[in-house]
């Protein structure tokens, strides 16, 4: 079974996402923001990452360059899912490591294609 981390300070999202992932057989776990995750991450490395860009601490950006940047952990995909929707922060997001970039508010048949085709890399 396959573990994704979720990295959101939404509490609503967080809970969205984990049932539509749940429901389609993975494993969540939860952060609220970078620190966290990485810290998640440190414990356990998941097998994808969905992350927010604007969080407390440390923002998606920050924490795709770490997670790209650790030996341990730079094949784990990335999906950032934002709120933010110029072509300039889905350029941003993918050069700082990110493998795919989705906009809120999402569609649950999109989310859940994106992350089985990440899933299967």
Not at 44 to 64: A, F, H, R, W
Not at 76 to 104: H, N
Request: aromatic share 6%.
């Amino acid at each position: 079974m396959s573990t994704v981390l979720i990295v959101d300070d939404s509490q609503t999202l967080r809970q969205m996402l984990t049932e539509l992932l749940q429901n389609s057989g993975l494993k969540v776990v939860e952060a609220t923001n970078g620190v966290e995750a990485k810290e998640k991450i440190q414990a356990k490395v998941p097998d994808l990452v969905i992350t927010d860009l604007v969080m407390p601490q440390m923002n998606g950006y920050e924490l795709c360059r770490w997670i790209k940047n650790e030996p341990a952990t730079q094949n784990v995909p990335i999906l950032i899912c934002s709120t933010k929707s110029e072509e300039f922060d889905r350029y941003w997001g993918m050069k700082q490591g990110a493998d795919a970039y989705i906009t809120k508010p999402f569609h649950p048949v999109e989310m859940m294609k994106t992350v089985k085709q990440l899933l299967r890399r």
